[in-house]
């Protein structure tokens, strides 16, 4: 028996339930896209423990009013996964998935069903005042130690005769790191003067893992959300904060475009200040490149001086990267407090 016939086999085992008669399969990573008497499906694979709080979520979306999500089809006893050799797999129709658009077309359309998710979604949540306090104490700490050990570092390189390359570059890139850490740290202190009071933050259904190959479109030309296994409630900063960074690892570029997401996002599910506040402060902190200079100077796995000087440069062209966005917003949001400023004026 081939490979393609064991895969048929196997995924007639697994929709059995559904009432369906496989006539072909291909695999597609953990996808696997199934011909059927009654059309194409897609069958995935997630491990078991992502399955009761993933189909709760999506059937919370659901009952909220939003439908943007590739619909779950239950087993005929009602079942919306089934458990097979220790994998659960769910179906789902399978969508053409046209990509024709232009890219920053499709990220402005994710955005906005994302902002669209995240209002239908959003809810007030009770918040403990003593762990946000301790969560605020102890982050400051850490901070407050990490900026002492780079300002003693770059210290001691500098009054080296002959620094290492690793040391060079660091000594280089001190002065961004610690003004990242710097701006981190003052968003941090508004961010927590602005909610020290506040008995309930807001919390929206976040997706998990934002990303144009998680919104797939169908033959019509809709975009829907695929891959919700990581969805949770939490503030609305886990969505963004992740596909900004990941947006960020590349050669240094000034990614006016993803500002453009950003506050394209914003126009339909505007952050309040204080989110803001805490949004700016982990996206601007520079927490990979302090790992990689401790790493280095605590000599800490088996990695060779190259070794330690590519992740340094990789992640300072991240941070550079981050840091355009993040002054950018900045800019932004300076000159709306002065258009509000003004209006009020001329009003008064």
């Known amino acids: 028996m081939n490979e393609n016939e064991n895969l048929k086999q196997d995924t007639e085992r697994i929709v059995q339930d559904y009432a369906l ?54 087993t005929n006893d009602g079942r919306y996964a089934v458990l097979h050799n220790g994998s659960l797999y769910y179906l789902m129709p399978w969508l053409s998935n046209d990509e024709n658009g232009e890219r920053n077309e499709r990220h402005k359309q994710m955005f906005r069903e994302l902002a669209r998710m995240h209002t239908l979604s959003a809810r007030e949540m009770a918040v403990d005042g003593e762990h946000r306090d301790e969560h605020y104490q102890t982050t400051l700490e850490e901070w407050k130690k990490q900026a002492e050990f780079l300002e003693e570092y770059v210290g001691s390189c500098e009054r080296k005769w002959y620094m290492s390359p690793f040391e060079m570059i660091f000594a280089s890139a001190y002065a961004d790191i610690s003004q990242a850490l710097s701006y981190s740290t003052k968003k941090f202190e508004e961010w927590y003067e602005k909610t020290k009071d506040k008995e309930k933050v807001r919390t929206v259904m976040t997706h998990g893992k934002v990303s144009l190959k998680h919104f797939i479109y169908d033959d019509r030309g809709y ?100 840091e355009y966005v993040v002054m950018k917003m900045e800019e932004i949001e300076a000159q709306k407090k002065a258009a509000a400023a003004q209006q009020a004026q001329e009003q008064s």
């Open 21 to 74: 008669s496989v006539l072909f399969v291909e695999q597609h990573g953990k996808i696997r896209k199934v011909y059927t008497d009654k059309g194409v499906f897609a069958l995935k694979l997630i491990p078991p423990k992502h399955g009761i709080d993933f189909i709760r979520n999506v059937q919370f979306l659901y009952q909220r009013g939003y439908n943007r999500i590739v619909p779950i089809y239950p």
């Open 223 to 322: 975009g829907y959300f695929i891959n919700l296994e990581n969805s949770r409630k939490a503030p609305a900063h886990f969505d963004l904060l992740p596909f900004v960074v990941k947006s960020s690892k590349t050669y240094p570029v000034k990614n006016d475009d993803c500002v453009d997401w950003i506050y394209n996002y914003f126009k339909y599910f505007p952050l309040k200040e204080d989110e803001l506040l805490l949004f700016q402060s982990y996206l601007a902190y520079p927490g990979t490149c302090m790992d990689i200079v401790k790493n280095y100077f605590e000599k800490k796995g088996s990695l060779k001086e190259m070794d330690y000087l590519k992740q340094l440069q990789r992640q300072y062209w991240q941070l550079k990267n981050t």
